[in-house]
């Protein structure tokens, strides 16, 4: 009965291994040449008055030829003027303030684009932040190889005490997991927040996002994109090509975008992510089930000691790696604690996600 615990998990221990292999093939892009490509930075926001003008000055100083970029802002449904501020913004570069045509974050993109005239879009959120050089990386990053789309790399802005680290680590954990099977050529997730493709991708595969499902304007954009022939995705790994997004700041908003998250799982079709997220689940209830029969039989205590060890050497790992690359080393203090709550996290969010109705919207 104790080996069965192994057995469940080892799928799990295997995937995550091999994701760790693929991270040690990394390599950090530095641009050689100046990219000449026209660019369309895609901003869906709703309520965001609060942080959108830093969006925009972010932009505005970029290393980028002006007249090379637009700025398209799309307003959904706000009711706190952020549509006002927007426009009100003063900038050197193209900007177009929009009225979303429909409702949802994924219409508001394709309102975007709609209007857009770029070859190659960016798109980001708006409590994002991105350094001068962010267009400029990427741009060249996609005239030297051409792939259909650019997974970039996002990390948080830390909030003080362990729920801040917790959030910190997962989030690097799947930044990890991100580049690892991007590396691999099987890429399982992405981010809207530092996402990049070619208008034409994106035209060619805007009817397979699944409009019924609130979430997922990016990832069902990269799984449609992996089914397609001769169609690439690539990770760009450099410091310049990062923005910075805001963390939660409270349980519920944390809860409602891990809810968000994981409404968009039941519209997979991608064999690989669905593989992982299954391991994943699988892995998680072995470590739970494990433990409450440990109160009622001792023995089982220390198989759930063997089973937290065995499952915490991959994530281990890439974390190591991940927090190295990010200058974040110093979160690997909380490891431990993380690996602890992590299960039940994952099962509350799990509850939540059943229990609680209703779309929310971004």
Known sequence: MQWLAFILILPY???????????????????????????SVIVAC????????????????????AEMVEIIIIDDNSNDKTFESAASYVS????????NT????????????????????????????????????IAAYYEEHKPDMIICPVWLEPVPGFFGKFQE?????????????????????????????TREAYLDNSGNLHDEINSGDDIF???????????????????????????????RSFLIQRKRWLSKGKAYTDWYTILLGIATFVT?????????????????????????VFKSVPDFLILLNTTKRYGKRNLLSWFILSQV??????LIVFAYSVISSGRERY
Not at 17 to 39: D, G, H, M, Q
Not at 93 to 98: E, F, H
Not at 119 to 133: F, H, Q, S, V, Y
């Open 221 to 251: 954009l990269l799984h449609a994109l992996k089914k397609k022939k001769g169609s690439e995705v690539l990770w760009l790994e450099s410091a310049d090509a990062m923005v910075s997004a805001g963390s939660s700041t409270s349980l």
């Open 102 to 137: 429909g409702k949802g974050k994924k219409q508001a993109i394709r309102t975007g684009i709609d209007a857009s005239s770029g070859n190659l879009i960016i798109t980001t959120d708006a409590d994002c932040r991105m350094g001068e050089k962010w267009i400029r990386t």
């Open 169 to 197: 680590l997962e989030f690097l954990s799947l930044q990890g997991v991100t580049a690892g099977t991007s590396l691999a050529g099987d890429a399982t997730m992405c981010n809207g927040a530092n996402l990049s493709f």
């Open 284 to 308: 998680i209830l072995t470590q739970v089930s494990v433990l409450v029969a440990g109160f009622f039989f001792p023995k089982f205590l220390w198989v759930f000691l063997a089973v937290f």
């Open 341 to 346: 709550v992590y299960p039940f996290y994952v």
């Open 46 to 65: 709703h309520n965001e008055k609060q942080n959108i003008q830093s969006l925009l000055k972010s932009i505005s100083l970029q290393d980028y030829p």
């Open 92 to 99: 050197n570069q193209k900007k177009i303030i929009l009225h």
């Open 13 to 39: 221990f295997f995937l995550l291994l091999w994701v760790f292999r693929n991270l040690l093939k990394i390599k950090s892009f530095n641009v050689s040449s100046y990219p000449e490509t026209s660019v």
